[in-house]
């Protein structure tokens, strides 16, 4: 049995990854499982999804602690979770990356083999949804599964054309990974096993829970997009603000030097007709981002009236 | 023909193969693609039924109730909390002898919250009247959905069943799943023709007063008919191997217990973990088994006690708790063996609530316990991380 440990964060589609690999290994004529870390979900929070292949039927039910190979589709993620965390000897991890495999930080000891899925997806795809790309990938390092089963699950998930791109992707990552050879490890070694309970702060007797937990989630770091508000263009309406679930807008009122300043260039602008005279006494009123707590979610840029917030990917 | 599709899935479709009149239900996680995928079937026009949608669990379960008085053969599904809020109709629904079933997607009960899987919200309903049987694999959840239909409709039964399958463990898990071939189905199942139903030119009286001359002889009744699906559950299990190929055996399975000498007994998907840990200590010359058990209600009793026979010790894994006292299947198992002179020694633990995982070294671990005889500390709490405790027991 091999089992498979695939590390995203909300939204880029961990879960289904690891549902076309089980559906691509049956395509195999192998057994396979596919199932998520059951969290709740938000887009951007780190997920966790497991796949398991086999020539047997799976009984097994417990989560991967040991697994074969981890996928990591955001290397962000490497300094936040212990993605390789049980990873077995002869294991490899399999990271989204445009970096060598040495500079993703992860132990010398493993084979990390690294692919810019991000890159491929942008250009075929047109959008940075990774997950297919990385099967592709998955396939031609490993040769687990054949690239043709892979095309078929992801075919039969998203027909069409969508589904057409995400193949081509695929593909594309198939074959830059098996041109190149699997890299004999430098100091192979077990890594060491996750810990069951990973929580070690005490708890009440209750089910109480104290406030201001919000504030020690840094949700910012879960953020792929971020947005860009046309504070030219902007009304001050606040509809941005009231809807933002991580309160990450910021109201501010600038004041003196910088408060002339921004009336000066309101007023140019209503001088070109760009901008209305009420708009201009409003100039001093900007929206600012939080980016310790803006997860990327898009629910400002859906709400903004004037569609004057555009969501731009996050450079990492 | 098999498939690989996700849990929730596989009942929707065993349902559709049921062909039941009403579904009545109210969406609640982890139980929700099950219901989204049925009232797809029914909008797309490949179940013919009657989807009611409703404002609660409670109604859902009335709904069902009001329809299978009148001979419909009705479908619900729910966890948790849900199934908490059917409480009062739950009875109602056993009392009337009205054959329900109903998909229960096992989650753990509030508070605190928790979406996650353990026993407790059907373990809660015990007592409801209702059978309960609980899946290891999806094969088996959809496979018992079929066989729920023929137990709750068996003239000698008419009594509701839960189809009990752990939330998302197993509802939102992809495998391959062998599906029901309709034809087959059809072959096995019937249409439902019940002797008594509401009709308006034979009048009769559902679920009416009884006074005390009455109540214990219907109560009585009731019970005699989970009695008798000790014999009716293993008997369609058997008919349902003979057409599908797929025999579960009865109301437990024993796995590599002929001669083994330290047993563990579970219930539901955890079972599948427990087979793979027993197979490893076989394999390191330990003479281990596993029960499943299948029925919790009828509790299995003469099973339990021929399968335990002759045993040095048996370990009780339950996902519950009656709190106050003990895991409800060591309470059950315990019972079973009183009247045995050479009984096992029993070791409950309690593990796997609120959706914490049992890895296979857990069980390894708790059959080390049974086979060393050693004290089970923290009242049976066997995965209690008591760093985050301030309290501990001594
Ligand atoms: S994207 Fe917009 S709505 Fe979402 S967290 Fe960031 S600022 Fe708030
Ligand atoms: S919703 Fe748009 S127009 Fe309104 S304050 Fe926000 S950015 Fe400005």
């Known amino acids: 049995m091999k089992e498979v440990r695939i590390h995203g964060r909300g939204g880029q589609g961990s879960v289904t990854a690891a549902e076309l690999l089980a559906v691509a290994a049956f395509e195999d004529g192998k057994y396979s499982q596919a199932f998520p870390f059951f969290g709740v979900e938000r887009r951007g929070a780190p997920v966790t999804a497991f796949t398991r292949l086999s020539d047997k039927k799976i009984r097994l039910r417990s989560q991967i602690y040991e697994p074969d190979y981890v996928i990591v589709q955001d290397a962000t993620l490497i300094s936040a979770v212990d993605v390789a965390a049980g990873l077995k000897p002869e294991g490899m991890v399999i990271v989204n990356s445009e970096k060598s495999a040495e500079e993703t930080g992860l132990d010398a000891g493993i084979e990390v083999r690294t692919i810019d899925a991000t890159g491929i997806a942008l250009e075929i795809i047109g959008r940075p949804i990774v997950n297919t790309t990385l099967l592709g990938a998955f396939a031609g390092a490993t040769g687990e599964i054949s690239i043709e089963s892979i095309k078929r699950s992801v075919l039969a998930r998203f027909p069409g054309k969508v589904g057409e791109l995400n193949v081509r992707a695929a593909e594309k990552a198939y074959q830059i990974m098996a041109a190149t050879e699997r890299t004999p490890h430098a100091k192979p070694g077990a890594r060491e096993k996750r810990e069951t309970h990973e929580i070690h702060e005490?708890?009440?007797t209750a089910a109480i829970g104290k406030p201001g937990t919000s504030e020690v989630t840094k949700t910012g770091d879960w953020r792929v997009f971020y947005p860009e508000f046309d504070m030219e263009q902007c009304t001050r309406c606040g509809k941005c603000l009231e809807n933002c679930p991580d309160a990450a807008i910021i109201k501010r009122t600038l004041s003196g030097k910088e408060a002339d300043a921004a009336r000066k260039k309101a007023e140019e602008l209503e001088k070109a007709g760009k901008i209305n005279k009420a708009a201009v006494k409003k100039a001093p009123i900007r929206y600012e981002l939080d980016p310790t707590y803006c997860k990327g979610c898009g629910i400002c840029a859906n709400e903004c009236p004037i569609k004057g917030i555009k969501m731009k990917l996050e450079e990492k | 023909m098999r498939a690989i599709i996700e849990g929730s899935r596989a009942i929707a479709l065993a349902v559709k193969a049921a062909r039941p009149n009403v579904v009545a239900a109210y969406p609640i996680t982890p139980q929700t693609h099950i219901v989204e995928d049925i009232s797809q079937l029914i909008a797309d026009g490949d179940l013919d039924a009657q989807y009611v949608k409703v404002e609660s669990e409670h109604s859902a379960m009335s709904v069902c109730l009001g329809a299978s008085a009148t001979g419909a053969r009705t479908y619900t599904?729910?966890?948790?909390?849900?199934?908490?809020?059917?409480?009062?109709?739950?009875?109602?629904?056993?009392?009337?002898?009205?054959?329900?079933?109903?998909t229960v997607a096992n989650r753990a009960l509030s508070a605190p919250l928790s979406i996650w899987n353990d026993h407790q919200d059907s373990i809660s309903e015990r007592d409801s009247g209702w059978i309960q049987i609980y899946a290891e694999d999806n094969t088996e959840a959809s496979d018992l959905t079929i066989q729920a239909y023929r137990?709750?409709?068996?003239?000698?039964?008419?009594?509701?069943?839960?189809?009990?399958?752990?939330?998302?463990?197993?509802?939102?898990?992809?495998?391959?799943?062998?599906?029901?071939?309709?034809?087959?189905?059809?072959?096995?199942?019937p249409p439902y023709r019940p002797a008594d139903f509401l009709n308006v030119n034979d009048p009769k009286s559902f679920g009416m007063f009884a006074d005390p001359n009455y109540y214990t002889e219907f109560r009585y009744q009731n019970h005699r008919a989970l009695e008798a699906a000790k014999a009716v559950i293993p008997q369609i299990s058997s008919e349902f191997g003979e057409v599908f190929d797929r025999d579960y055996g009865g109301l437990i399975e024993e796995y590599r217990c002929d001669d083994a000498e330290y047993v563990l007994i579970a219930m539901g998907s955890v079972v599948g973990t427990l087979k793979d840990t027993v197979d490893d200590l076989r394999d390191d010359g330990v003479r281990a088994g596993a029960i499943k058990l299948r029925s919790y209600r009828p509790f299995p009793v003469d099973e339990i006690r021929s399968a335990l026979a002759g045993l040095e010790a048996?370990?009780?894994?339950?996902?519950?708790?009656?709190?106050?006292?003990?895991?409800?299947?060591?309470?059950?198992?315990?019972?079973?063996?009183?009247?045995?002179?050479?009984?096992?020694?029993?070791?409950?633990?309690?593990?796997?609530?609120?959706?914490?995982?049992?890895?296979?070294?857990?069980?390894?671990?708790?059959?080390?316990?049974?086979?060393?005889?050693?004290?089970?500390?923290?009242?049976?709490?066997?995965?209690?991380?008591t760093q985050i405790l301030d309290f501990q027991e001594v």
Do not use: W
Request: charged share 25%; glycine share 8%; proline share 4%.
């Open chain 1, 202 to 204: 005490k708890i009440g």
């Open chain 2, 77 to 102: 599904a729910t966890t948790s909390q849900g199934l908490a809020l059917m409480h009062e109709v739950l009875f109602n629904a056993a009392g009337m002898r009205l054959p329900i079933v109903m």
């Open chain 2, 151 to 189: 137990i709750a409709e068996d003239s000698r039964i008419q009594v509701p069943v839960m189809v009990c399958m752990d939330g998302y463990t197993l509802t939102h898990t992809y495998e391959p799943v062998e599906l029901l071939e309709q034809d087959l189905v059809d072959d096995f199942l």
């Open chain 2, 314 to 385: 048996v370990g009780i894994l339950d996902k519950n708790i009656s709190l106050g006292f003990e895991g409800a299947l060591f309470t059950d198992v315990k019972a079973s063996l009183y009247h045995d002179d050479n009984a096992p020694k029993a070791f409950g633990f309690i593990a796997g609530l609120g959706g914490r995982d049992i890895p296979k070294r857990m069980f390894v671990k708790m059959f080390d316990c049974i086979r060393e005889d050693k004290k089970i500390s923290n009242s049976g709490f066997f995965d209690l991380n």
